[in-house]
T-cell receptor
């Protein structure tokens, strides 16, 4: 079964603090995507992770991929209010007949408070 | 402007009615996707299309019909709407199913079925 699990699903954190969102997936993949969604808005691409050990950083966000552990992390450094949003990971699974369409996690709703 | 456009943005209809959601992209992407987003479920794939006249079911296809007569358009039809189909619907496109580029999402259609 193709499963993508994010945790936590809800996260309230203070400004200035660090935290990590986890994305576990069930079977072989070498491609993982992180998206951000603001309330009532569309999904915006944050990172594309294409191989084992890939690390991407943009501002206060850093994403990494460990294909052996089937795990991606999204690390938030010194959170600010503008980072409040819902974050989704999405996994491209490798299947016998080729790649499957993306499977999304349920999202992590992040709220950064003063 | 290049992009992906969904219409309408908001729609209210009654159970049993037929309703069609439109999606148009200007990138000439081969792949197009329809998702629904519901609280607690994240994004779930309804149907996708690899090219004109090629469509395939996703995770939750029941009650939906799609067509793709032209590369740039991918309409989604609810033939007899039910209350359980009240949701936010997102269309997305990408160059290929395993593209190094992320899927690009439209702004969504918020559909309410009374």
């Amino acid at each position: 079964e193709l499963k993508v699990e994010q945790n936590p699903l809800f996260l309230s954190m203070q400004e200035g603090k660090n935290y990590t969102i986890y994305c576990n997936y069930s079977t072989t993949s070498d491609r993982l995507y992180w998206y951000r969604q603001d309330p009532g808005k569309s999904l915006e691409s944050l990172f594309v992770l294409l191989s084992n050990g890939a690390v991407k950083q943009e501002g206060r966000l850093m994403a990494s991929l460990d294909t052996k552990a089937r795990l991606s992390t999204l690390h938030i450094t010194a959170a600010v209010h503008d980072l409040s949003a819902t974050y989704f990971c999405a996994v491209l699974f490798m299947w016998n007949s080729g790649n499957t369409p993306l499977v999304f996690g349920k999202g992590t709703r992040l709220s950064v408070i003063a | 402007d290049a992009g992906i456009t969904q219409s309408p943005r908001y729609k209210i209809t009654e159970t049993g009615r037929q309703v069609t959601l439109m999606c148009h992209q200007t990138w000439s992407h081969s792949y197009m996707f329809w998702y629904r987003q519901d609280l607690g479920h994240g994004l779930r794939l309804i149907y996708y299309s690899a090219a004109a006249d090629i469509t395939d079911k996703g995770e939750v296809p029941d009650g939906y019909v799609v067509s793709r007569s032209k590369t740039e358009n991918f309409p989604l039809t609810l033939e007899s709407a039910t209350r359980s189909q009240t949701s936010v619907y997102f269309c997305a496109s990408s160059e290929s199913i395993s593209s190094n580029q992320p899927q690009h999402f439209g702004d969504g259609t918020r559909l309410s079925i009374l």
